[in-house]
Structure formats: C-alpha cells, structure tokens
C-alpha cells in the first residue's frame, strides 16, 4: 500500500512539475512549457481575473513549486532537471503580468519570445540562483527573475511604441 501512495504521489508532483507532461517533450522542454502556458494565460484572460488576482495566483504558484520541486529532486536524485518546466510557466506568467491583460497574439509571441531570451541567457542575478541556490527555490526563482527581465523589456518596447 505504501508502494502504491508514493507512486500517486509521484504521478501527481511529476504532472504539476512537467506541466501537465509539456517538460516531457525530447527536446526543448523549456520551450514546450513555456508554449504550453500560452493556453493557460488565454484562460485566465477569457476569465476576466483581475491583476491582483493573477499576481496573487502566481506568487501561490512560485511557493508551491519552490516546496514541490525540492521534494521531488530529492525523491528523484537530481538538481534541476530539463523536465522541469512549472519555472517556465512562472516565468511565463510573470513576463505576462507587466503588460496584463493584453492576450492579442503579437503580444503573446513577444511574451513567449522575449522570456525565452531571458531564460536562456540568464543575466545575473539569475545566473546566480541558477547555480548557487541548490534547492526547489533555485530551480524556479531564476525563471522568475527572467520574467521579470522579460516584462521590463516588453514594457520598454510598448513605451517606444513598438509593440501594441
């Protein structure tokens, strides 16, 4: 019986860390969960969630996936891994909340674009936690430090009125 709860437990942190299976993909799992939060950012527009609501989910989704991934990198043995990916959907969402609630699909390409950029290269401080925090709070907080690198940028580029 035991057996079976932990692989319910297992099943249950490996959908919310991979995403619903996104960070699963062979190749750019990043990417794919990062893609994958697109239709999530859709919902919560079509919804009509207020920005406090939205900046209120997303902080309870950055210390949830902080607690989660530390306890699955233990129970799996690893530090970061690819499949990973609820870092990008954070970091997705908080690149979202500076030009909330514009979904129009320029915007969101430039969203998922631009935090892609951000994620990839990794300017410090997230460079930093990427690599001296070796707990679930690294593995997300430099996702939600290229989120914030990426708002800012989108917001630059609507003040020079090169974005809607």
Known sequence: MKD??????????????????????PKAPGTFGSLATIPLILLIAHLNASFLFVLSFTSAL??????????????????DPGWIVIDEVIGMLV????VF?????????????????????KIFPANWA???????AGTIIDDVISGIYAGITLLLLQSFRLIA
């Open 95 to 98: 690149t979202w909340l500076f």
């Open 4 to 25: 079976q709860n932990f692989r319910y437990i297992r099943f249950l942190y490996l959908s919310f860390l991979t995403f619903f299976g996104s960070g699963l993909a």
């Open 101 to 121: 609630p514009n979904t129009n699909i320029i915007t969101l390409t430039f969203v998922f674009i631009i935090f892609r950029v951000f994620d990839i290269i």
């Open 62 to 79: 950055t210390i949830v996936a902080c607690f989660v991934a530390h306890y699955a990198q233990k129970k799996e043995g690893v530090h």
């Open 130 to 136: 990427d690599k001296n925090i070796k707990n679930g």
